[in-house]
């Protein structure tokens, strides 16, 4: 007995399981519009400017503090064109209240491949926290840091009073 085709592709259930357990931990992230009791950070990132600096990855950011860490969390934004060669992106990001880290001290970056199996390279530059309300806290940057990152790369930095500034373009 044969079955007739509805005329429609039909995506089999691991493809669809497996993404669903890839994009559920980024979906399910807090909204930069949470409540007003919530911590919220401005979280900025300077992409290198050496010859393909730029990446197609996911960046995902965890800050350290005195008093513990956050989880990882997305520093992309939908349908925008991030971490490009030499640019500067903007992160607003929010925490729970009662998930108080402390002062923080260190921001964590790692990258994720998109595409099962690819990864580009990615020429980080230094990122920069500040605590989103005004009179917040400049938590500090990285200093000019130009690591290269590859596949699923993790580094930790020390983040240093002061602003971002300087001259050099990570070339």
């Not at 007739?4 to 493809?15: E, H, L, Q, T, Y």
């Not at 500040?130 to 290269?148: A, F, K, L």
């Amino acid at each position: 007995m044969s079955r007739k085709s509805s005329g429609r592709a039909r995506v089999p259930k691991m493809v669809l399981v497996g993404l669903t357990a890839l994009l559920l931990p980024v979906l399910s992230m807090p909204s930069a519009s949470a409540a007003p009791n919530t911590n919220r950070y401005t979280i900025r990132v300077r992409t290198g400017c050496g010859s393909g600096a730029g990446t197609d990855n996911w960046v995902m950011a965890k800050l350290i503090g005195t008093h513990g860490s956050t989880n990882f969390f997305s520093l992309e934004k939908s349908f925008n064109n991030d971490f490009e060669r030499c640019d500067t992106d903007s992160y607003l990001w929010s925490d729970l209240p009662q998930s108080d880290i402390g002062q923080i001290t260190h921001v964590e970056i790692t990258t994720i491949a998109t595409v099962l199996g690819a990864a580009d390279k990615w020429q980080f530059g230094w990122a920069s926290v500040y605590e989103d309300r005004e009179g917040g806290t400049n938590y500090g940057w990285t200093g000019w840091q130009c690591h290269w990152f590859g596949k699923n790369d993790i580094r930790t930095y020390k983040l240093n009073t002061g602003s971002p500034g300087g001259t050099s373009s990570c070339s």
